[in-house]
């Protein structure tokens, strides 16, 4: 049965295309589309209108196609069909007309939409580009300043903006879009309106325009560092204006093809599934019931506190933050509304939005005024004893039914959920900092965590805008557990040779988003220092993995919040720099362990840090923390910073080749003793069976 109907109303033909969920181009669609076109040529239609079924308008090709070989017809030759209609086609939009989605409006004649539709071209988010012609026609219908910062931003725009750009015709009220869509056919057809090829229109270019592409090449060469799909877009876009439009969509095809046997679009498009699949767990049903959260408490007004109870307020939902002090108290409620008003000033939120957001978050100094609330996260200092004291309160004050959740960053969920009498209602919701910005949400689950809250976590998870993972319990669970090994590389890097800068710019100039000293030194080096202390030493591990950061913590620099750490920063301006103390302190501590200082390459770092990194994540894996490899790219790419055009650890290290992998991670054991250079099992068996990761997951789930 094809996802696509073709009837004749009247004199108007009508195009029908229903597969959910979201009327993805499939070979079916594709086909059906052409074949009604076809159809429509040779029938009594004057004009032909060309409709969604479902909840949205065509959000793109069916990216699960990719990486698989092509099938016929393309989506070009599909909208060559179209526009080459002898009779209009017109596109009525409702929802998001997304990537191929809206290059098929853009091929039709014209282009009405519901007013609460959006439209976008967000390929670049795929590592790709608009492959059927969106380059070419969308500078023929809206300004070349217009078409660079929807196709480069991959953002989309809503259809009010469309119209006012000259990509929409006509706008409806989103309830009266079927009958309207189908008048406004009617009008044209009775007008007699032509088709109009996009192709035929005059490319909107003028003089003051030729600046631009070099602009926007500069600009999303550092926005998107190291990503190729960006500089071939604005080659595509420049090409329009030079080359006939043959010529154009040729260029574009190339780039196009490039693109989509890409590794960088092969990492993103696993993350585009991968972020999809995580909130999906094995053992919990689709249809699982789940509780209401209609008020939430945060205890704790800190910082990761007040970020944690923006999300809600955001959200629309009712917050109680509660400190033990008034003044604490006011402090953290200050913190929120300086924030929000930031984001006023940044023209982020309205005013109105800013004061409605802030009046849901009130204050209390008492457990008992949270009687009656659905949800309360714990976000207090890192301490199992306040942490027991807290959990013992709640349990008293809470309501039956109430979730108990904890944001603590590496402590024992088991143990906390044994401070209360209902275990079964006990989770970790772990926040990233800041948290109301960064999306990662690392739902951990102990063991008696009932299925339905794990379920009404992950229902929340997405009300308030955060991707979730689910991660068993372990110390720091998926992400802080990896980054333990992670920052362990790093400072035996740092010991043996290497500089902050060094690291720092190797790691940046592979991908991630901040180095990690950078990170350690904005996280504020207390922090760690202050974890390290509740551990003993055998759990510290080799002391030439925290004694740096240990000196310079007592030395007083803390980070950024001190204005030194592994960098001094300017009291002004935050600018940093390096600091020749540091090295001082390095090549001190490195005499103290008797390790001659060598210098090593970039390249070296990199692969120890990564593999440092992949290695810890095979035996979250092999130990059942993470439910599937891709969890853990999930987690990295939305918390940690690591960059999705490499997919994430799992991905990167199955890129790389597995053997590989385990003959590097091999050669360091010889190198650099088997305390941490020892292969997790899992990868072993792997590489000796010559099974990939995909493999091993099947395998398990059968
Ligand atoms: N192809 C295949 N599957 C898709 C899909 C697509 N384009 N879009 C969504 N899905 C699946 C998704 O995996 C999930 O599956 C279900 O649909 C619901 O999605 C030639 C080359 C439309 C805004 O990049 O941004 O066109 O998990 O959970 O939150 O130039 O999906 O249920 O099994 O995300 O309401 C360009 C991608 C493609 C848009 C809806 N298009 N999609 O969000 O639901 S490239 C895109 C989205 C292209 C052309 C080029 C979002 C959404 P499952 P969901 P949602």
Redesign the pocket.
């Known amino acids: 049965m094809s996802p696509v109907t073709y009837e004749l109303k009247d004199d108007i033909g009508v195009i029908a295309i229903d597969n959910p ?2 009327n ?1 181009l499939s070979q079916a669609v594709r086909k059906g589309i052409q074949d009604a076109i076809a159809t429509a040529q040779v029938d009594g239609s004057k004009v032909i209108l060309l409709q969604c079924l479902g909840r ?1 308008f065509i ?6 196609e990719f990486g698989k070989p092509p099938l016929d017809p393309s ?1 070009p030759e599909v909208l060559n069909s179209i526009e080459q209609s002898a009779k209009p086609v017109i596109c009525a939009i409702h929802g ?1 007309a ?3 989605g809206l ?1 098929t409006a853009l091929a039709s004649h014209y282009r009405c939409a519901a007013r609460t539709a959006k439209v976008g071209l ?2 670049v ?2 590592g ?1 580009l ?3 012609g ?1 380059t070419q026609r969308t500078p023929r219908l809206a300004s070349m300043q217009a078409s660079l910062d929807l196709i480069l931003s991959g953002k989309p725009i809503s259809a009010e903006q469309a119209h006012d750009e000259g990509l929409i015709d006509a706008l409806f009220a989103e309830d009266e879009l079927a009958d309207q869509s189908f008048a406004y056919a009617r009008k044209l057809a009775d007008e007699g309106a032509p088709a109009r090829p996009t192709r035929e229109l005059t490319v909107k270019f003028y003089e003051a325009d030729t600046e631009l592409f070099d602009i926007y090449r500069k600009t999303y060469a550092k926005k998107l560092k190291g990503q190729t799909a960006p500089q071939l877009i604005v080659d595509c876009l420049e090409a329009a204006t030079t080359k006939s439009f043959a010529e154009g969509l040729k260029i574009e095809r190339n780039a196009f093809v490039a693109c989509r046997a890409s590794e960088q679009s092969a990492a993103l498009r696993h993350i585009f ?1 991968a972020e ?1 699949q995580a909130a999906k767990i094995a053992d919990i049903p689709k249809d699982t019931p789940t509780r209401d959260i209609n008020s939430v408490a945060i205890i704790g007004a800190g910082l990761m506190g007040g970020g944690i109870a923006m999300n809600f307020a955001n959200a629309g939902i009712p917050v109680t933050m509660l400190e033990i002090s008034q003044e604490a108290l006011d402090k953290g409620l200050g913190n929120i509304a300086s924030i929000y008003q930031g984001m006023v000033k940044k023209g982020r939120i309205s005013a109105e939005d800013a004061h409605r957001r802030t009046s849901l978050i009130t204050g209390t100094t008492r457990f008992d005024d949270l009687g009656s609330v659905d949800l309360v996260i714990e976000a207090v200092f890192e301490s199992i004893e306040v942490k027991k004291d807290v959990f013992t309160k709640l349990d008293q004050v809470c309501k039956p039914g109430a979730i108990l959740a904890t944001n603590t960053s590496y402590l024992d969920v088991d143990e906390i959920a044994q401070f209360t009498s209902r275990p079964g209602d006990v989770l970790g919701l772990h926040f990233f900092s800041p948290a109301h910005i960064m999306q990662l949400l690392e739902i951990v689950r102990a063991q008696q965590t009932s299925k339905d809250v794990m379920a009404t976590a992950i229902e929340l998870a997405r009300k308030i805008k955060k991707v979730p993972v689910q991660a068993r319990v372990c110390y720091g669970f998926i992400g802080n557990r990896m980054l333990r090994q992670y920052q362990r590389e790093v400072q035996m890097c740092l010991i043996e040779g290497a500089s902050p800068e060094q690291i720092d710019t190797a790691m940046m100039s592979w991908g991630m988003a901040m180095g990690p000293l950078m990170v350690a030194d904005l996280a504020g080096l207390d922090i760690s220092y202050k974890a390290r202390q509740a551990l003993s030493d055998a759990q510290k591990g080799d002391p030439k993995s925290y004694r740096i950061p240990d000196v310079l913590y007592e030395m007083g620099r803390v980070g950024q919040k001190s204005g030194s750490g592994y960098y001094v920063y300017d009291p002004e301006t935050r600018q940093r720099s390096s600091d020749p103390t540091v090295i001082e302190v390095i090549e001190q501590e490195a005499s103290k362990f008797g390790v001659s200082r060598q210098p090593i390459s970039d390249a070296e770092i990199l692969n120890r840090i990564t593999l440092a990194l992949i290695n810890e994540g095979f035996k979250i894996l092999e130990e059942g923390i993470a439910q599937r490899a891709s969890d853990i790219d999930v987690v990295y790419c939305f918390g940690y910073g690591f960059p999705k055009f490499r997919g994430g650890p799992m991905f990167f290290a199955q890129t790389r080749g597995l053997d590989a992998i385990y003959a590097d991670i091999c050669r360091y054991r010889e190198t650099h003793g088997d305390m941490y250079w020892t292969p997790s099992d899992l990868l072993k068996s792997l590489v000796e069976q010559g099974q990939t990761l995909a493999d091993w997951e099947k395998g398990q789930a059968q």
């Open positions: 969920p979201v993805a949205t959000a793109g090709a069916d990216i699960s989506l998001q997304l990537g191929g290059e967000p390929e988010n795929l790709l608009p492959g059927a969106g599934f999809r």
